[in-house]
């Protein structure tokens, strides 16, 4: 007998579901398991990054900050993308453990403001029932 359960692995979008509006409701958040990437103007937004910084002071040296403070994974150089730092767990740093919601929703990355429209597949999201 085939299990109801549907099992998603956020690194397969072939077992991602086509993202209907209102399903964040019922999420576990899995979507906030997956790397963020972002650009200056994001990390400023988000507060990690003092405007007066990101205009005076060279990418590289950013980057190198925070990646000492914890705040970001990596740093692409070339196309001057900043990977944000996670959990141990995989979660993004600004999901609310408890709650399962972005505690930065308002300030949240353009990565996010556009999943699921623009992700490893358009269109279709990890999603993972609350039980």
């Not at 397969?12 to 899995?30: E, K």
């Not at 650009?39 to 003092?50: A, H, K, Q, S, Y």
């Not at 408890?98 to 358009?122: A, L, N």
Request: hydrophobic share 30%.
């Amino acid at each position: 007998m085939k299990s109801s359960i549907h099992t998603v692995e956020v690194d397969r979008s072939d077992t991602w579901t086509r993202f209907r509006p209102g399903m964040c409701d019922s999420c576990v958040a899995n979507c906030c398991t997956m790397p963020v990437e972002l650009r200056l103007p994001e990390l400023v937004r988000l507060g990690m990054v003092d405007p007066f910084e990101a205009e005076h002071e060279a990418p590289k040296q950013i980057a190198k900050r925070l990646v000492k403070a914890g705040l970001i994974d990596h740093f692409n150089f070339k196309h001057s993308v900043f990977t944000l730092a996670r959990r141990a767990s995989g979660d993004c740093q600004f999901l609310d453990i408890k709650t399962r919601r972005c505690t930065v929703y308002e300030q949240r990355p353009d990565t996010c403001r556009k999943h699921p429209q623009v992700s490893p597949r358009p269109g279709y999201c990890p999603y993972g029932a609350k039980r």
